[in-house]
């Protein structure tokens, strides 16, 4: 499986941006897709998930209302909509896919994307 992400960019502080992942090469409708992001220095975290038929869903605490994963399993995408950004969301943001149940470790996902940066300026 191939997972494409794209979106990121340079924004200001209270600015928004939307992250698109789209897969390939995989059966995408059956699998739960994650969001993580990794800021220089520091280890990869979770930042959201989500099931395969969007059910269940994830978030980390400090993303909680600001940020909302989505999917479209017809376009094989799954989005991360960003709003409120702040300088600490500064990060190189993934996307991973697992099969079975969404989850907020890294370690469970098999597959993942080549990463977008993700740069908020105060």
């Known amino acids: 499986v191939q997972l494409q992400a794209s979106g990121g960019g340079l924004v200001q502080a209270g600015g928004s941006l939307r992250l698109s992942c789209a897969a390939s090469?995989?059966?995408?409708?059956?699998?739960?897709m994650g969001w993580f992001r990794q800021a220089p220095g520091k280890e990869r975290e979770f930042v959201a998930g989500?099931?395969?038929?969007?059910?269940?869903?994830y978030y980390k605490d400090s993303v909680k209302g600001r940020f909302t994963i989505s999917r479209d399993n017809a376009k094989n995408t799954v989005y991360l909509q960003m709003n409120s950004l702040k300088p600490e969301d500064t990060a190189v943001y993934y996307c991973?896919?697992?099969?079975?149940?969404?989850?907020?470790?890294?370690?469970?996902?098999?597959?993942w994307g080549q990463g977008t940066q993700v740069t908020v300026s105060s």
């Open positions: 989500i099931s395969w038929n969007g059910d269940t869903i």
């Open positions: 991973a896919a697992k099969s079975g149940h969404t989850s907020r470790y890294s370690t469970e996902y098999d597959y």
């Open positions: 090469g995989r059966t995408f409708g059956r699998d739960a």
